[in-house]
């Protein structure tokens, strides 16, 4: 069974930072693209940050550049969301993505986990 465990999440000050975990099981992790993406009630899902499988190389959606990092750790099939000078436009539920372009796209996620910003 495939599973891809969120953590870290919770409610932070504006200006603060979080880091959050997402560990996966039932798949070959080294094999996976990984992403968070983010959703805030009434908004459409949007990607926040990918790492990819091979040379690690980062993406990152403009409103989180220069405060977000994503990084991998594929000996603990885990990869992590560290977010600092956090606002409150990043409250959204973020989810772990994880994806394998093959034959087909094997396409999993995460549970969601709950990011306040908040005074």
């Known amino acids: 069974q495939v599973q891809l465990v969120e953590s870290g999440g919770g409610l932070v000050q504006p200006g603060g930072s979080l880091r959050l975990s997402c560990a996966a099981s039932?798949?070959?992790?080294?094999?996976?693209?990984m992403s968070w993406y983010r959703q805030a009630p009434g908004k459409e899902r949007e990607l926040v940050a990918t790492?990819?499988?091979?040379?690690?190389?980062?993406n990152y959606a403009d409103s989180v550049k220069g405060r977000f990092a994503i990084s991998r750790d594929n000996a603990k099939n885990t990869v992590y969301l560290q977010m600092n000078s956090l606002k409150p436009e990043d409250t959204a539920v973020y989810y772990c993505?994880?994806?394998?372009?093959?034959?087909?796209?094997?396409?999993?996620w995460g549970q969601g986990t709950q990011v306040t910003v908040s005074s």
């Open positions: 790492i990819t499988t091979t040379s690690g190389s980062t």
């Open positions: 039932g798949i070959t992790f080294s094999s996976y693209a």
């Open positions: 993505n994880a994806v394998r372009h093959a034959v087909i796209m094997y396409n999993y």
